[in-house]
Nanobody
Framework: QVQLVESGGGLVQPGGSLRLSCAASGRVFSIYASAMGWYRQAPGKQRELVAT???????NYADSVKGRFTISRDNAKKMVYLQMNSLKPEDTAVYYC??????WGQGTQVTVSS
């Protein structure tokens, strides 16, 4: 069983930055061969893709976050990160980490408000 634990969420003002982290543990010896990603779900809305990163390092972003968010990974530490800059109120959501789109963390709340 794989455990994914997100951290780094919180309350930030519009225009601010946050860095989310996702730690993989449990029955996972490494993540180097896995696709990793971040999704988010706002109240009353469906979960949506934010960013993904393939095992080879290819990244993909939702149009709404392109140029503002950056996904990265550290395979040796079994970590995935999401650097979020120029945050907007519409980025407010619970952010979830996924490994191969079949293992999910519990989520971390991000609230962008003045």
């Amino acid at each position: 069983q794989v455990q994914l634990v997100e951290s780094g969420g919180g309350l930030v003002q519009p225009g601010g930055s946050l860095r989310l982290s996702c730690a993989a543990s449990g029955r996972v010896f490494s993540i180097y061969a896995s696709a990793m990603g971040w999704y988010r779900q706002a109240p009353g809305k469906q979960r949506e893709l934010v960013a993904t990163i393939s095992s080879g390092g290819t990244t993909n972003y939702a149009d709404s976050v392109k140029g503002r968010f950056t996904i990265s990974r550290d395979n040796a530490k079994k970590m995935v990160y999401l650097q979020m800059n120029s945050l907007k109120p519409e980025d407010t959501a619970v952010y979830y980490c996924t490994k191969d789109f079949n293992s999910w963390g519990q989520g971390t709340q991000v609230t962008v408000s003045s």
